[in-house]
């Protein structure tokens, strides 16, 4: 290389060198200026500053009172007996100020009005774990996956469903039974982790719902046994779903706002995220394949009603335009969502609808003599099921068949009965099921974003508040919407909000609560949760099922608490560390049903 290259080559680095080095400098200047925007420019002008609120220190975070369901009961009463219905407080720091409302007018327009949505941190983290289904859409997206996936939860869809939700909680019956002949009790009692077992037997009967596939899960030999013997693609789900309960974590949030660190350097959660979408997807490939020919074989006459037949028949209907139709990895991802929200969902809500009733045992027993007359009253034959499920066939790989007798006095036992019995007309388990519902949602609060400035109007003028009966909102400002809050406002709901009381849902004023189907725990709107009648569908026929067999109480020395992680949880106190958080455990007896129903 002679001296002038060497010159050129010289002369070429170092301007290589300025030139990333003024890149450098600008890119931190830009960062120290949005830094101090963000921290002292911006919060001199957000109109929330002007709303009552919980006084704090500049970098002290109200978070932990928000969302950790420990606190939130008393921190709600407090600030809004303190603040008013409406109010602000700090989310990362004094310059991260939110709104919280509990106020109807305040929340219904914001879950209405297409100006706010999920935050982009919420919908990309649920993106990178289960797709771009529902969950993490917005806008024109949401709107036509969501009525593509609507025939899949419509009544008739999941009323034909039935056979699946009594055959799973007849199958866990019959394990529980198995559990309490070994037991060295004089009365066949144990404790067990019921939401072990809920979780297992949710997820079998999610997966024959969803694409008519049985994971096995309940005939494994233990929920926490993830070995080699059990399904690939339910060990797939399981190790998926395990990354999505470890929730946030600082590394996490890191890798949400530079994800290319999940390119470059993958830690172990993102190794199995990756494994489990291998898995997934090459059996979903093969399974929507499948569907699909067989609904061109078959077209109309098709017998299948599992949730991805439906998906596939609606996305391939000529009401669709062409452009507006999800491709197959859309649809499998709106089938991981499903098998999201409808696995942890329903065994959540059972479990604790169970320890409801352990620990009200009027309520228990009331529940028991409602499910036994039913029971007792119904007719037993095939005829009679078909009628009250409304379909001549399940269509499923596991089907129930019913006793051939014709009564129940002829049957040995109410369990013969239990597909004849027309769930929508127990209205004490209705009680129950919503009552657990609205004291322990699922989804503990949701949270929106403004997209453009706004004015929230509500029920009444807010001191500090710019506008008359209205909050000024401006873009990129967070409103937390508190679910569990509103099913505990004792405005809605009377003094005795924190108690469980099934009666309440009998009385007149119910057409006048909140929410879809009157529960904020579905929330409302568009954003409203699809699977509701299969939810709760499904947690009636584990509840019929198992309250006509066992009796229930409270685990001796166990204190059950909830924590957030995704969806709101319970645990056992000083066990939160250990396998499955401690679990739900539960005193199980087995009841004598002959002679209880002679009686």
């Known amino acids: 290389m002679t001296a002038s290259s060497t010159q050129l080559a010289v002369s070429i680095a170092g301007a290589v060198a300025k030139c990333v080095g003024v890149a450098t400098l ?37 978070l932990n009172q928000v969302l950790n369901p420990v606190l939130t009961p008393d921190t709600h009463k407090d600030w809004v007996a303190k603040y008013g219905k409406t109010f602000k407080f700090h989310g990362f720091g004094g310059h991260d100020l939110r709104l919280m409302s509990f106020d109807q007018s305040v929340y219904t327009h914001v879950l209405n009005s297409p100006i706010y949505e999920k935050p982009w941190q919420t919908r990309s983290m649920l993106a990178r774990l289960l797709g771009a289904g529902i969950t993490t859409m917005e806008g024109h997206r949401h709107k036509a996956q969501r009525r593509i996936i609507s025939p899949a939860f419509s009544t008739a869809a999941v009323r034909a469903m039935s056979p699946v939700f009594f055959g799973k909680a007849m199958e866990l019956r019959d394990e529980w039974f198995n559990l309490l002949s070994t037991s060295e009790s004089d009365d066949e009692s144990t404790t067990v982790d019921s939401m072990s077992w809920l979780t297992r037997a949710a997820f079998d009967v999610i997966g024959l719902c969803a694409f008519d596939y049985n994971f096995g899960a309940l005939a494994s030999e233990s929920g926490e046994d993830l070995g080699n013997d059990q399904d690939e693609v339910y060990l797939a789900y399981r190790h998926l779903f395990k990354v999505i309960d470890k929730g946030f974590s600082a590394s996490g949030l890191v890798r949400l706002y530079f994800p290319f660190l999940n390119t470059i350097f993958p830690d172990e959660n993102e190794k199995v995220i990756r494994r489990s979408h291998a898995t997934i997807r090459e059996a979903g490939r093969k399974g929507i394949q499948n569907k699909k020919a067989a609904i061109l074989a078959d077209g109309d006459d098709s017998s299948d009603k599992d949730l991805l037949t439906i998906l596939l028949r609606s996305n391939m209907s000529n009401d669709i335009e062409p452009s507006a139709r999800l491709s197959d990895s859309e649809v499998l991802d709106q089938i991981t969502s499903i098998l999201f929200g409808g696995a942890d969902s329903p065994s959540i809500t059972v479990a604790l609808c169970l320890h409801m009733l352990a620990e009200n045992s009027d309520a228990q027993d009331s529940l028991r003599a409602e499910v036994q007359k039913a029971f007792a009253s119904t007719p037993i ?70 997209t453009q400035d706004d004015v929230i109007p509500t029920s009444q003028e807010l001191p500090g508040s710019l506008h008359k009966n209205g909050v000024h909102i401006r873009k990129g400002s967070y409103i937390h919407i508190p679910i569990e809050g509103l099913n505990y406002d004792e405005s809605i709901w009377g003094e005795d909000s924190r108690q469980f009381r099934p009666e309440r849902w009998t009385s007149s004023k119910r057409a006048s609560l909140p929410g879809l189907h009157n529960l904020m725990t579905f929330s409302m709107g568009p954003h409203s949760c699809p699977g509701t009648k299969f939810t709760t569908r499904e947690v009636k026929a584990f509840l019929a099922v198992l309250i006509a067999n066992f009796k229930f109480e409270p685990a001796p020395e166990t204190k059950v608490k909830k924590f957030n992680q ?34």
């Open 26 to 62: 600008l890119l931190v200047a830009r960062g120290i200026c949005w830094l101090v925007n963000m921290l002292f420019i911006a919060p001199r002008s957000d109109p929330l500053r002007h709303l009552p609120g919980p006084d704090a220190p500049r970098g002290e975070s109200h």
């Open 381 to 450: 034959t095939e005829q009679t099921i078909k009628r009250r499920e409304g379909t001549p066939d399940s269509g499923y790989a596991e089907d129930f068949t019913p006793s051939s007798r014709a009564s129940f006095a002829e049957a040995e036992s109410p369990n013969q009965a239990l597909e004849s019995v027309n769930l929508d007309q127990l209205q004490y388990l209705d009680g129950v099921v919503r009552e657990t519902l609205r004291l322990h949602p699922p989804i503990h609060s949701t949270i929106r974003v403004a």
């Open 566 to 599: 995704i969806l709101t949880r319970p645990y056992v106190e000083g066990k939160f560390n250990t396998p499955n958080h401690g679990g739900l455990p539960l005193r199980v007896t087995r009841l004598n049903v002959d002679s209880d129903s002679e009686e």
